[in-house]
């Protein structure tokens, strides 16, 4: 279970990385809103299992567990768009489990904000939020969707698609 978990994160941090960096390739948000396609990959992935410690390595994730995450974002040529760092909180463990995951961008311009439901049983499909932003991307909103390509390895790399908003 806790590696379906790994693969559910690693996911969900594709589609926060894809959320940033389709902002860039997007630049400044237009009236009619805007809809950018990339590739998230190259993740960095560290469980952290807080107390109660897991007695089997294959066991799911309980209630505080975290999921720490870093990797790159490309446009779809393969050129470098930045770097994103997330955290990932269980906050209802177990198989069905689930949490919240929070991330933040590192762009030439500025910085981009996203929020997400973690849920372990939507392996591969991770909706989300634009919640925010900083310097070009103040104000940003929007949502965020990413899909694991079939056939790759927990998620890396994923095709994502980032919707903002007017």
């Known amino acids: 279970m806790r590696r379906k978990a790994v693969i559910v994160i690693a996911s969900l941090v594709a589609a926060l990385a894809t959320g940033a960096i389709l902002a860039v390739g997007g630049g400044a948000q237009s009236p009619q809103g805007r809809t950018i396609e990339l590739v998230t990959k190259n993740f960095r992935f560290k469980v952290v299992d807080n107390p109660p410690r897991s007695s089997r390595p294959d066991a799911p994730p309980s209630a505080g567990d975290a999921f720490v995450i870093s990797g790159l974002v490309t446009n779809r040529a393969g050129r470098r768009r930045g770097r994103f760092d997330a955290t990932c909180t269980v906050t209802r463990g177990g198989e069905r489990g ?60 994923s095709d994502d698609t980032l919707t903002l908003l007017p």
């Open 98 to 157: 689930g949490g919240v995951c929070e991330a933040i961008y590192a762009l030439a311009d500025g910085e981009i904000h996203l929020l997400a439901r973690l849920d372990f049983s939507d392996e591969g499909n991770v909706d989300g939020s634009i919640v925010g932003g900083t310097r070009a991307y103040a104000g940003a909103r929007g949502t965020f969707v990413s899909r694991d390509r079939r056939g790759e390895r927990g998620g890396d790399p």
